[in-house]
């Protein structure tokens, strides 16, 4: 009923309306007429909702707005340009941005805000600048990595971050042919945050400052704590070199053994700090199994438990999966996903049965009791 009365109301706008305590005006691009609302002063406590339905741009600022309800901006299918700046705002709600889908550029610098609801973008899914300058942020989480693949200039300067999620990491800094189409420049505001002094953002600067790099800061110059309360210092560039990228090699990508055999899985990394491993089996070959039988459903994708996991030394860890007595049912694709604060990476690795059970061929056993021998010599308790 809420979205419904949106839609009615929207129809209901006249295009030359104009706000109390705004101004609107039409620019020209080619032949193009852009419409301007601005709306500014104390005197507003709220969003205006009889914005005229063909404004492309809207800046609301230095007024005592505090919160940006939902579907605040519901009739306004045109909008591109949105500045929220420097107003009281507390609060945006997760679905403040409904029906934005023609949104290039949100700012709300110079505001109150101590979360962002990141799900939110997903609604405004051209959004390609956002700016959250000068608030109250204290924490990133992982998955507003997710909502950002496309935003190309971000500002998250002056607010009270610590930490980055690796996830943001990936996606700023994308391996060697894991990121297709044309790549585009990405512009970051990182400085004036409280940064604890870790792998991520010594990796940030050295990165954003190598030859070629993608990624553009706007202020070179981090600084970085100890501890949350203690002293910054400047991020200090030899500290970059003991933060090593994550690098994960199987031992094989594609594994064929026999119907009632064993089998052993590998995997390598390297990075730093060492990173720890996991298997998950992320699908099955279609037509394993009979799909009508309840035994035979297997929920994927599924964690799966490490027969070994060593550490050889500093910035070093293999692990090995065993899988007993095959059958059909096991057949299909592995994951080996390393992770460490400095990033995420994983290999894949298909697993294909054939055969008869019973028909292990002798050689395939003695490959398993060499690789588990192997195993145990390298075991180290100490080490994992």
Known sequence: MYLLFLVLQSVLLTVGSCPSQCSCSDGVKGKLELRWVQCR????????????????????ENTLVSRVPRAA??????????????????????????????LHELRLDGNLLSAFPWEGLRDAPLLRTLGLHNNRLSSLPAQAALFLPNVTYLDLSSNRLTML????????????GREGGL????????????????????????????RGSLVVLIDQMLTCSKSIDGPTVEVPGKETS??????V??????VISSLGSNVILRCDATGFPTPTLTWIKTSTYSGCCPPDTPENIEP?????????????????????????????RDAGEYRCQA???AGIAEANIKLKVVGVIGGAHPTTNKLVQAQLKTSFKLYRPDTI
């Not at 003991?242 to 690098?247: D, K």
């Open 41 to 60: 002063g104390p005197g507003l406590r709220y969003i205006p909702a009889n914005a005229p339905a063909d404004t492309v741009r809207l800046r609301l």
């Open 73 to 102: 901006f519901y009739n306004l299918s045109q909008l591109r340009f949105l500045w929220l700046t420097y107003n009281c705002i507390t609060s945006v709600h997760p679905s403040s941005f409904l029906n934005l889908r023609s």
């Open 165 to 176: 999620p690796a996830e943001l990491l990936n996606l700023w800094f994308p391996r060697t």
């Open 183 to 210: 790549v585009k420049i990405k512009i970051l505001g990182l400085h004036d945050n409280p940064w604890l002094c870790n792998c991520e953002i010594s990796m940030v600067r050295s990165l954003s400052m190598s």
């Open 242 to 247: 003991h933060c090593i990228r994550l690098s």
């Open 249 to 254: 090699k199987p031992a094989a990508t594609t």
């Open 300 to 328: 994927l994708p599924k964690n799966l438990k490490s027969f070994l996991q060593v550490s050889p030394g500093v910035g070093l860890r293999w692990s090995v999966i065993s899988l007993s007595g095959l059958s059909l």
């Open 339 to 341: 992770r460490n604060t």
